[in-house]
């Protein structure tokens, strides 16, 4: 030890029990804030020299203070981590911060489906714990900001926590709007839907049409106060304006499936949606019912037949005035037709017209239908001897024997059955002999007196001899057992030909009485072993008053 050492230098060392300390001695007053070093170790303001280091976070060192541990835990409750930030807890601070931004990647942009419940929940226990945890380490903390700052700690708190109920507000409108934007989308869809079948059959626009609807009632119930579901009343009328297109241009057949379609809306949709909209295409549908109805009567092949759209408006507007149209509108189709049918250029067209409307009438099962049947039966009857006869006229022979053979055998109790035969007879001559045809043969045959023919049959098989002039007729002569065909040649001359010239008996006989003028004959011969069945032959006499005449029938072998 140096000399003197018994006495320490003034201001070196740490003081010496004492009653008293020499002044100066230990370190500089104010060196070190308070507690600095280790505990108990040197006297107090021992310590580095100001601004030699970065202080330490706050530590519990003081009485316990709720009000701030409150303040603390309340901030950190905000989410943003603050209560930390005063403790200068940066590792708990950086974990808010990061819990903070991972929901905020998952939630934005907000859309229909919003956070997923995991995701909320452990956020949620994030910031419940930060909160606890901020609480326990503020309640005795001695936080370095001033006293006025740490009275407005808690206040701050509280208008913090408007930050993620502020934001959970926000999100939840930006979720709404997505919604919202979801359901319009929808509804765009479905509209888009309705404007493609617009122009089409409604049969291949029908399914367009069903999804388009689905979508509406959806909207309309699940999801009426939403600006989509709102905007489905219009949407509606939209669409009952579409698809009553087809009516308004007077389309009626057309409009009669989509009319269908709109009345039966009320058994598959919403009836509130709907409201009085099916009710109003009653009227439109009876009309459109009843005109395709109409104007398909007497239409061969019309689609839709008469009868499906008169048997569904009877079927489903009994009571409508235009159901107590239909029996006036037959009728007056078929009284239009059988006036046509008086010197008509077409009444072989006609009365296929009315065959199309007898069988309308047959499918029509109201009796109030039987009066106007009978009327097309008798116009019917009409038209085929009216048909007849012009085709005789327009030199359509074989087209006339044919109608009138049939008419004959139609209508046997006729008054025209006996003209229509003579008709049938004429034209079959004529279709061999056209100058046969130069007039239509009489309906009645004149009077005065007849003259004989006898008509002998000199030749193998039954024979039909066709006459007309005056009168008109047919006889058939059985066929001659014993008689056979003439030789014929170019070199023979047919008059020498000497038939009928055996024993009167021998020859099968018919006699005609006919009266004076000019006639055309067709021999129509069945066929044997020797002549082919249909072999005709023609030929023309002239009859002359106070004659008698004979016609012998032979065959001759064309060679």
Known sequence: MPPGAGAAAPGYGFPQPGPATAPGYGPPPGYGPPGYGPPGYGPPGYGPPPGSGTPPPARPSGPANPVQAAAIGLLNLSGLGLGY????????????????????????????????????????????????????????????????????????????????????????????????EALLARLATADERVKSGEGLLFERAEPLYRLALDTYQDLGTEHAGSRAGKLVPARLDAYYAQLSTPYAKKDYCKAVAPLTHLRGLSGTFDKELLGSRPAKTDEPLAESLYACGTAALGVQAADPPAETSLNALLDTFPKSAQAARVEPAVREAIKKRSAALDGGATPCDTVLE??????????????????????????????????????????????????????????????????????????EIADEEPEAGKSLPPAKAPGGARMVMVVSNDGPGAVDLLYTGPTTGKITLNACATCTKYPSSVFLDPKKIKACTGPASKYPKATLQLPAGNYHFLQKRAGTGTSAAGDTKTSKAKIESGYSYTNCLYVTSGF
């Open 85 to 180: 930030v005063l403790l200068r807890h940066w590792v708990g601070a950086a974990l808010c911060w990061l819990a903070t931004i991972a929901l905020l990647v998952v939630a934005l942009p907000a859309d229909v489906d919003g956070v997923p419940v995991g995701v909320l929940v452990g956020y949620g226990v994030v910031l419940l714990a930060a909160a606890a945890d901020g609480f326990r380490r503020g309640l005795r903390a001695t936080l370095r900001i001033g006293a006025g700052l740490r009275r407005l700690a808690l206040p701050l708190a509280l208008v913090l926590l408007a930050v993620p109920a502020g934001g959970s507000l926000a999100y939840g409108a930006a979720r709404d709007e997505a919604k919202e």
């Open 354 to 427: 009315v065959r199309a409307i007898r069988t309308s009438l047959d499918s029509l099962t109201d009796a109030v239908f039987l009066g106007a049947a009978r009327e097309a039966v008798a116009t019917i009857e009409k038209g085929e001897f009216a048909c007849g006869t012009s085709q005789f006229r327009n030199k359509d022979f074989g087209d006339a024997a044919t109608t009138m053979t049939r008419f004959a055998k139609d209508y046997p109790t006729s008054s025209k059955a006996a003209h229509a035969r003579s008709i049938a007879i004429a034209a």
